[in-house]
């Protein structure tokens, strides 16, 4: 599953023809299948506005809000973002690059970021997400 996702990302990357939106199909599959939730990419806007992806449960629930920029852009520039301070306004939100993911938990970071090409650490995590998501 890591290794497909990153060879999509590659693939467009090396084209030099891709945009922040064209890496989200991979990034779609990739939490959908590390998390098991329904991942909808560009949901309807909401309460603190329109992130790139919503998580919802089973119950039909949201339980995470993620947002993606292009590769390379840098993450703590974009934190400190008109954008980004209405998004933490989520109860659990991912900020990425496709390649770099940092955690939000009522618009505090949690934990460091997983860095870049590791994607094995986002899965560990993932399996913590009760400490995560729910507490």
């Known amino acids: 599953m890591?290794?497909?996702y990153l060879l999509q990302i590659e693939t467009l990357l090396k084209s030099g023809q891709a945009t922040e939106h064209s890496y989200r199909p991979a990034l779609k599959d990739v939490f959908t299948e590390i998390t098991k939730l329904y991942v909808v990419n560009e949901p309807k806007r909401s309460k603190h506005g329109a992130p790139d992806f919503i998580f919802v449960n089973s119950s039909?629930?949201?339980v995470c809000w993620a947002e993606a920029k292009d590769i390379g852009v840098s993450?703590?520039?974009i934190e400190k973002s008109?954008?980004?301070s209405r998004y933490y306004g989520y109860a659990n939100l991912i900020l990425t690059d496709g390649l770099e993911f940092c955690f939000y938990k009522?618009?505090?970071k949690y934990g460091e970021p997983?860095?870049?090409l590791n994607l094995t650490i986002f899965i560990f995590c993932w399996n913590f997400r009760n400490a995560w998501l729910f507490t």
């Open 106 to 108: 009522n618009g505090t």
């Open 60 to 62: 039909e629930a949201p």
């Open 2 to 4: 890591i290794q497909k």
């Open 75 to 77: 993450l703590d520039k």
């Open 82 to 84: 008109e954008q980004m």
């Open 114 to 116: 997983i860095g870049r």
